[in-house]
């Protein structure tokens, strides 16, 4: 006696027919697909038992139903990006939200080396110094309208130069007769000290602390015969050809002070009126 193989649903014999072992028993493939086949979420059409059959988040999809749902193409072996419920190849999702190199115009991929600056996008290999031409990567750069320079080139370029060593002056400095200087740079011409923050003067344009000034080119007081260089409210008195301080213009025998008096000039000397009667 033959032993009964049929269909655990419809009953009906297997033998010479296809069948599907399930673990509750064989099914005709009719049967099969009906019961156990899952919906296509595209096409909404049941996903035979000889069809390749795709999943992604618990939906069930034909092969040839995977597809991008902008420009069509199938995604069964492409990698893709879900955004909201449409499924997007990578050209169409990086098209559409990923943004584009301003240099170069074309999409920047996501997780590619990327430079963003003032709300611009550029591909690593495309953020170039205007000057030279060679990509600034991780360095400083210094813009300029809608140009982008590496420090060295924009220096180079725009940065002022020092009077004195020719090189540029990247912070800080002085400016002398409309000349800018390194803090450094700008000494005095006689003993080379620095003159930033200090008072100081000029010789045929070159600029000496108030020492040197004096000691090299200001009147000698016919008094003390110090320096009378009229810096810090100093003034002075001449006669002839020599000078004295305010506070050296004293009577040489009482010591009084003569500015804004009459006084005689005997020798050497300058006495008071009083003391010139005595002689």
Known sequence: MTECFDCDNCKESLYGRKYIQMDNGPYCIPCYDAHFANTCDECKELIGHDCRELYYEDRHYH??????FRCDRSLADEPFTCQGEELLC???????????????????????????????????????CSSCQQPIGSRSFIPDKNDYYCVPCYESKFAPRCTRCKKTLTKGGVTYRDEPWHKECFVCTGCKTPLAGQQFTSQDDNPYCIKCFGNLYAKKCSACTKPITGFGGGKYVSFEDRHWHHNCFNCARCNTSLVGKGFIPDNNEILCRDCSGDL
């Open 90 to 128: 990578n050209d169409c999702y990086c098209s559409e939200f990923s943004s584009k190199c301003i240099a170069c115009e074309k999409t920047v991929m996501p997780g590619s080396r990327k430079l963003e600056y003032n709300g611009q996008t550029w591909h690593e290999h495309c953020f170039i």
């Open 63 to 68: 092969e040839h139903c995977f597809r991008c």
